[in-house]
């Protein structure tokens, strides 16, 4: 009997460590494949080293040449660790090219983070994957709630929790110095003067507390790109302080876990860095210097208990977080994947799958499928292309997707297989 495989199909680091997460937790004895779309955020090297996650199997390959994609196809499992639309798109596609055979893969969705904005937006791009997982209770009764009010499929949506929240129990440091982590993220703050404010900020916590090691910990090195643009790299802008550095505010690199391990007090607007230190019973602050606001992300955390400022740090604070509130965001669950294990096991075992049906209006699919075939299939942000009007390019698709957003409900459906899947096939060699 051939090995079991799960396949984990990935456009950046970030996503690459969610979707090779969740595989090693709901497929813990699978081969694991690395498939990563060719974007501008296809994992680096020194990226995929420090996640540390090494797979059986890696490639990179086009959108188009998934349509084709036999060793895809014959996967148990396949983890669509992608943006929404390019989820829409890819379950548009390999839902075509799928359809009638015997057998295909089990596919899985869902959240590399939080869900604090474009919640059903978000949402009804994962639609119609067998199951799409929730990293809460609370992301578990509003994507139910959500999915029941539209017509898909409620069950669909399994509860989990965010699949990196491991490690250790905090305990306070004996043999190093109090040690300062702030988790930075690529757009938030966004703007040079935001970031260079923080950056002084930090300098000067640690000016203040010599006897403290302050972490800035780093996404990227300048030039490389993950989920997010980093326009205004720190490695950059820690030349530009009023004040030379002082010895004791150092620039990191490495996995998050293992900076953790050696963290006392982690700090952060909002990144999901600081669900795992919560997890682990760090003293967790939640940065409120640039205001409390759904555009910093941070207005998630509002019942937290972690709310705080720079200069509440500077005096010592050492927030914790509501047991209750954590509670209900997925922390501290004991074997959180049971459940996603035994829906991707039932569906595994049962027989033929009926055909993958995606949610969204036929123009957004139609538009989002013609995209994600391009030649070049992504914008700067990684995003699938739009359709141009007037056709060009892909015509033969194009006239297929005007025909399919025309034709209703069905969306791609109603215009059949037999006429979308061979063109599919021929733009994806062209």
């Given amino acids: 009997m051939p090995a079991r495989r799960i396949a984990v199909l990935a456009d950046s680091d970030t996503r690459w460590k969610w979707g090779a997460s969740v595989a ?13 779309l060719s974007t501008r955020a296809t994992p680096t090297e020194r990226q995929l080293a420090e996640i540390g996650i090494e797979p059986d199997t890696r490639r990179e390959v086009t959108a188009a040449e998934l349509v084709d994609d036999e060793e895809l196809a014959a996967a148990d499992v396949v983890v669509l660790a992608t943006a929404g ?54 992301d578990a009764d509003r994507f139910r709630s959500a999915f029941a009010s539209v017509g898909v499929d409620p069950d669909s949506v399994v509860e989990c929790a965010l699949p990196f929240l491991d490690g250790e129990p905090y305990t306070p440091s004996t043999d190093r110095p109090f040690t300062l982590t702030f988790a930075v993220q690529p757009s938030v703050p966004k703007g040079r003067e935001s970031r260079l404010k923080l950056l002084e900020r930090a300098a000067a916590h640690a000016r203040r507390h010599p006897d403290r090691l302050v972490l800035m910990k780093l996404r990227s090195l300048p030039g490389e790109h993950t989920t997010h643009i980093e326009a205004n790299p720190y490695q950059v802008l820690i030349e530009k302080l009023t004040a030379p550095a002082p010895d004791n505010l150092r620039l990191v690199y490495g996995n998050m876990g293992e900076v953790l391990d050696r963290t006392d007090l982690l700090v952060t607007v909002s990144s999901t860095a600081a669900l795992e230190s919560m997890h682990r019973g760090m003293p967790t602050a939640i940065l409120t210097d640039f205001g409390v606001r759904e555009a910093h992300g941070n207005h998630y955390f509002v019942h937290s208990g972690c709310l705080a400022s720079w200069d509440d740090l500077d005096s010592g604070a050492l927030p914790r977080v509501d047991p209750v509130w954590a509670a209900r965001q997925g922390i501290g669950k004991t074997d959180p994947y049971g459940a996603a294990r035994a829906r991707v096991a039932a569906l595994g075992a049962a027989g033929r799958l009926p055909a993958l049906r995606p949610y969204y209006s036929p123009q957004r699919a139609g538009a989002y499928l013609g995209g994600i075939l391009e030649r070049n299939g992504f914008d700067e942000k990684g995003r699938p292309l739009a359709l141009a009007p007037g056709g060009g390019g892909a015509g033969p698709l194009r006239a297929v997707v005007r025909r399919a957003a025309r034709s209703g409900a069905k969306s791609l459906y109603r215009v059949g297989r037999e006429r979308v899947a061979p063109t599919l096939r021929r733009w994806g060699q062209a």
């Fill in 85 to 138: 639309g390019t989820t829409l798109a890819l379950t548009h596609s390999l839902g075509i090219a799928w359809e009638g055979r015997e057998r295909r893969p089990v596919t899985v969705t869902g959240y590399v983070g939080v869900v604090y904005e474009k919640m059903v937006d978000g949402l009804m791009t994962r639609a119609g994957t067998d199951v799409v997982l929730a990293n809460s209770a609370y």
């Fill in 24 to 36: 090693r937790r709901i497929a813990p004895e699978h081969a694991l494949d690395a498939v990563f």
